[in-house]
């Protein structure tokens, strides 16, 4: 069993910065492959940001390209999600999720959720 804890969430002017975190607990965390997911009011879940168990490879939405990075500590056992110049579109929550595979994590088919983080983006 893994539990996920999202945070750093917040409200930010168009332009502006924020860093989730993602903590976990349980199994041996660089085992996993990590993604964030945001979902928007009326909006299916999307994947925005993905890292291998090793940090070796990662993935981007073409939405955030260029924009937000996506890191981890396995000594911390923590997940980060850089957000920079962030956009009113970028509004939603942001979920941190964990896999047994990195195909599992492109397909959506994830393991264990952390509970969410709003983010809001003013403009």
């Known amino acids: 069993q893994v539990q996920l804890v999202d945070s750093g969430g917040g409200l930010v002017q168009a332009g502006g910065s924020l860093r989730l975190s993602c903590a976990a607990s349980g199994r041996t965390f660089s085992n996993f492959a990590m993604g964030w997911f945001r979902q928007a009011p009326g909006k299916e879940r999307e994947l925005i940001a993905a890292i291998s168990g090793s940090g070796s490879t990662t993935y981007y939405a073409d939405s955030v390209k260029g924009r937000f990075t996506v890191s981890r500590d396995n000594a911390k056992n923590t997940v980060y999600l850089q957000m920079n110049s962030l956009k009113p579109e970028d509004t939603a929550v942001y979920y941190c999720?964990?896999?047994?595979?990195?195909?599992?994590?492109?397909?959506?088919?994830?393991?264990?959720w952390g509970q969410g983080t709003q983010v809001t983006v003013s403009s």
């Open positions: 999720a964990a896999a047994v595979a990195w195909v599992r994590l492109r397909s959506y088919l994830c393991d264990y």
